[in-house]
C-alpha cells in the first residue's frame, strides 16, 4: 500500500463524510438540467455532430432528461464513486460497528484520538489500527 494511494482513500472518505461529493452530484444534475446557453453557431454544430440515438419520433422529457444523466460521464464516475463509497462502508460496518464508529468519529466529527479512545474503550494505538485497517479495506473498493 503506497502513502499516495492511502492518502487519496482518506481524502475520498472525508468529502463522502463531509457530504462533498453529494454536493458535486447535485451541482453537476442542475448543470445537466439548466444548461448554459450557447452561441446559436455552437448549437448548429453540436446538433450536426450530435450521436445520440432516438427512439422514435417522440422524445419524452423523462426520457431526454435521463439520457442527460446516462451521457455524462462526470455524472456516472461521481454516482458511482459514492456508490462505491457506501457498499464499502456498509461492509465494513457489517464486520466490525466499532470500525466504522472510529471512521465517523475521526473524519466526520473530527474528535481527537484521545476522545474517540475514551468513547470505543480502546487504546489511541487501537484506534489507529483500525483506522488503518478500514482505510485499507476501502482502498481495496475503489
Known amino acids: ?13 472525508i468529502d463522502y463524510l463531509s457530504g462533498n461529493l453529494h454536493e458535486q452530484l447535485e451541482e453537476r444534475k442542475l448543470e445537466l438540467r439548466f444548461p448554459k446557453k450557447k452561441s446559436s453557431r455552437s448549437d448548429l454544430r453540436d446538433k450536426a455532430i450530435d450521436p445520440k ?5 417522440f422524445n419524452s422529457v423523462t426520457e431526454n432528461e435521463v439520457l442527460k444523466y446516462v451521457d455524462d460521464g462526470t455524472y456516472t464516475f461521481l454516482n458511482a464513486r459514492i ?25 466526520k466529527d473530527k474528535e481527537s484520538w484521545v476522545c474517540i479512545a475514551h468513547r470505543v474503550h480502546l487504546s489511541e494505538r487501537q484506534c489507529r489500527r483500525r483506522r488503518n485497517k478500514s482505510i485499507k479495506e476501502l482502498i481495496k473498493w475503489i
Open 53 to 57: 440515438v432516438y427512439t422514435g419520433d
Open 1 to 13: 500500500m503506497s502513502k499516495q494511494n492511502y492518502k487519496k482513500a482518506e481524502n475520498l472518505l
Open 83 to 107: 456508490r462505491r463509497i457506501e457498499k464499502c462502508l456498509t461492509h465494513i460496518r457489517t464486520i466490525d460497528e466499532l470500525d466504522y464508529q472510529i471512521l465517523r468519529m475521526f473524519y
